[in-house]
């Protein structure tokens, strides 16, 4: 197998699907934007729910590995909390219009979509630690360090602060910030913002 046209089709399926989403999306345009005959396509990936699952469990790696990496660290839980937005926020970086495009497909497409998250090699290692970490919040409320709150509520802040700038940009764009180096600006600072926002909300 050529890696090099493997590539082409990944990162032009990556960009079409992000765009387009799945159904908007066919095999045909993935290999015209990789300027490759349609057949080829075909014999490395065969079927264009394949090449799907193939760009999506890319992202969910970048994603899950940065959450374990947090979630199993020997940091404080306010570090962890930080570790995991950061997470979610350098993935929106590096991806922009994957948090809309999940969004989407999970309203459209959700079998598709569950099964593949599902399926990924680190969801059951994902789980065990989130359970662990809810464990560890239950633990500092106990011991009063932190605030009586449902730590699925916590998980929710986090993902849903560091996520909404990516899905909600168009909108941010001509209604908050003028322009785009304004934009961009407030992303670079997200996390410190983020964090600063919970553990202030939380502690005791």
Known sequence: MNKEVEQKLIDAARELFYEKGFSGTTVRDIAGKAGVNLALLHYYFRTKDKIFEIVFQEALSLLFGKLNKALISDKSLFEKIEMMVEGYVSMGMKYPQLPSFVMHELSVNTDLMLSI?????????????FELFYLELETAIANGLIKK???S???TDIQSLSLYPFIARNCLLHSIYSDKRSYNRMLKERVKHITETIVNNIKL
């Open 117 to 129: 998250i599902n399926s990924h090699k680190d969801k059951s290692t994902l789980n065990s630690n």
């Open 153 to 155: 509520d916590i998980c």
């Open 149 to 151: 709150i449902n730590p």
